[in-house]
T-cell receptor, first 115, second 110 residues
């Protein structure tokens, strides 16, 4: 069974630009969660999608948005990039949701660098 | 405030030695606690998951313990190997949310 895939793996952007990251969950998984990981803040929850609906949202500005498609693939978008957005963005999929007993499976992440 | 704190922040041990990582939380109401291993540049991989009624869970050389009364968990690594060098993250779920610890960076030296 294929794992969670994320594209691209690495990305370099400049301040003010926007970026779109993609995540394909494990087949059959309907929940996709996005996280930002930085050395100073650790892992921080961005949002969770389940069956194309945003179910939970972390404490991030509106510049961070996402969506989920009918095939459960998900994208997240960051507009008007800031230097502080440089981070590893991780996607995790699970059968029914991140808050239940079901395990979350993480992708390899997308390393975003904002110059 | 719902928080998860891990200690130590970093740890260096020699190959073959044992070590114990700590996780204290103030999350309530508690749902479950997970330990993840994250290799540099890769996504976290689950090691163990424990609910309120479980106080020990093993996965090979990794053994996690949970004391729900004192809100403490530990991850014990036995006979460490070079491949154990990674960050270990404690995650506590509660209600409809979860909190991540900052992680412990473990380095195993030959």
């Amino acid at each position: 069974k294929a794992g969670v895939t994320q594209t691209p793996r690495y990305l370099i952007k400049t301040r003010g630009q926007q970026v779109t990251l993609s995540c394909s969950p494990i087949s059959g998984h309907r929940s996709v969660s996005w996280y930002q990981q930085t050395p100073g803040q650790g892992l921080q929850f961005l949002f969770e999608y389940f069956s194309e609906t945003q179910r939970n949202k972390g404490n991030f500005p509106g510049r961070f948005s996402g969506r989920q498609f009918s095939n459960s693939r998900s994208e997240m978008n960051v507009s008007t990039l800031e230097l502080g957005d440089s981070a590893l963005y991780l996607c995790a999929s699970s059968l029914t949701g991140r808050e239940f007993y079901n395990e979350q499976f993480f992708g390899p992440g997308t390393r975003l660098t904002v110059l | 405030k719902n928080q998860v704190e891990q200690s130590p922040q970093s740890l260096i041990i020699l190959e073959g030695k044992n070590c114990t990582l700590q996780c204290n939380y103030t999350v309530s109401p508690f749902s479950n606690l997970r330990w993840y291993k994250q290799d540099t540049g890769r996504g976290p991989v689950s090691l163990t998951i424990m609910t309120f009624s479980e106080n020990t869970k093993s996965n090979g050389r990794y053994t996690a313990t949970l004391d729900a009364d004192t809100k403490q968990s530990s991850l014990h690594i036995t006979a460490s190997q070079l491949s154990d060098s990674a960050s270990y993250i404690c995650v506590v779920s509660f209600s409809n949310d979860m909190r991540f610890g900052a992680g412990t960076r473990l380095t195993v030296k030959p």
